[in-house]
C-alpha cells in the first residue's frame, strides 16, 4: 500500500535534513550558495519554514552533492543518508582469497558469526574436517616448506570454528566426493591410504556432531552452486578463487541464504543417511 505524504511535511523534513546536513559538514549558506551555483538568498529561502514548496530536482541533487548525502534522504524517502556509491561499498566488499587454510578475513568472519548457523559450499573438501595429511598433499606444493608451519598455526583456528556454537551446514557435490574416493581429475595421485583414512574422518565427524554438522550430497548436473559461505544473517562471500565478494545487504544475503537452503531441499541423500553413504565409498576403494 503506498503512503502519500501531505506536500508541506515533506517540505518541512526536507528543511530540518537540509540544516542537519549543513551542520554535519560544517558547510554555511554561503559555501552552499558556491557549491550549488545559486544565490545565498536561494539557500536562505530553502531553509525557511514558511512555504510548502520544494525545490526543483536539480537544485536538491545539487545540495545532496554537494552534502555528501543522497537526494533520497534529503527529500525523506529513505532514512539512510549515505550516497548510492556509499551504501554499496559498505554492503559490498572485495578482499584478496589467499591459497592458504583459514586465513585472516574467513577466521575474522567466522568469530563475527559466532552463535550463528554457518551455511557452507566449499571449493573442494571442506578444511575443518581435512586429516593433517590431507592438508599436507593439498597444500605442499603451494606452501612448500611451511606447509607444516601453516598447518599447525590454523589447527588452533579450525578447533575454535568446530567449538564456537554455531551449526554447520555443508552442502556438497556428489560428483566431487566421488571423483576423491576414486583418486580422479582433481585428487588424482591421491594415494589410496589416505582416501580412506579422510573418508573414515569424514564418517565419524558426521556422527559425533550430528545434527550441529550436516552434510548435504547434492547433484550438481541438477542444480549447481559455486563456492559461498553463508555467516548467519550477517553476510554471504562467494569464493572466486583469488578473491571474496561479500555482500552484507540483506536482500542479498537472504537471496544467497535461499540459494543454499534449495541445495538442501534438492539434495540427493538426506544429512542423517550421508554417513552410509561416504561408508558406501569407502568400501568401493576396498
Known amino acids: 500500500m503506498v503512503t502519500n505524504t501531505d506536500k508541506r511535511d515533506r517540505s518541512n523534513l526536507f528543511r530540518t535534513r537540509l540544516q542537519q546536513a549543513m551542520d554535519q559538514a560544517g558547510v554555511t549558506q554561503s559555501s552552499l550558495a558556491r557549491g ?3 544565490d545565498r538568498s536561494t539557500i536562505s529561502q530553502l531553509l525557511k519554514g514558511d512555504t510548502a514548496r520544494l525545490p526543483n530536482a536539480q537544485l536538491v541533487a ?5 552534502l555528501g548525502v543522497s537526494a533520497d534522504w534529503l527529500l525523506g524517502l529513505t532514512e539512510r543518508p549515505e550516497q548510492a556509491a556509499d551504501l554499496l561499498a559498505s554492503a559490498l566488499s572485495m578482499t584478496e582469497a589467499p591459497r592458504a587454510l ?3 578475513q574467513i577466521f575474522e568472519w567466522h ?3 559466532a552463535g550463528y548457523k554457518i551455511r557452507h559450499v566449499p571449493a573442494g573438501l571442506p578444511d575443518m574436517m581435512k586429516t593433517r595429511a590431507m592438508l599436507q598433499w593439498e597444500y605442499a606444493p603451494h606452501l612448500g616448506r611451511t606447509t607444516d608451519q601453516a598447518i599447525g598455526a590454523s589447527e588452533d583456528r579450525l578447533t575454535w570454528m568446530r567449538q564456537a556454537r554455531s551449526d554447520y551446514e555443508i552442502a556438497l557435490p556428489i560428483h566431487d566426493l566421488r571423483a576423491f ?3 580422479e581429475g582433481y585428487y588424482e595421485g591421491l594415494p589410496v591410504g589416505l582416501r580412506k583414512d579422510q573418508l573414515d574422518r569424514f564418517i565419524s565427524l558426521q556422527g559425533q556432531l550430528y545434527p550441529t554438522l ?3 550430497p547434492f547433484d550438481a548436473r541438477k542444480l549447481y552452486s559455486a563456492p559461498v559461505t553463508i555467516f548467519g544473517p550477517l553476510l554471504a562471500v562467494i569464493y572466486l578463487g583469488r578473491n571474496y ?5 540483506t536482500e542479498r544475503v537472504q537471496a544467497i541464504t535461499q540459494h543454499f537452503d ?7 541423500i538426506a544429512s542423517r543417511d550421508t554417513p552410509a553413504f561416504l561408508q558406501s565409498l569407502r568400501d568401493e576403494i576396498g
Open 214 to 216: 550436516r552434510l548435504h
Open 181 to 183: 574416493a576414486r583418486g
Open 262 to 268: 534449495g541445495l538442501v531441499r534438492a539434495a540427493e
Open 111 to 113: 568469530k563475527e558469526a
Open 102 to 104: 583459514v586465513d585472516e
Open 245 to 249: 565478494i561479500a555482500f552484507r545487504d
Open 36 to 38: 550549488t551555483g545559486v
Open 62 to 66: 545539487e545540495c545532496a552533492t554537494a
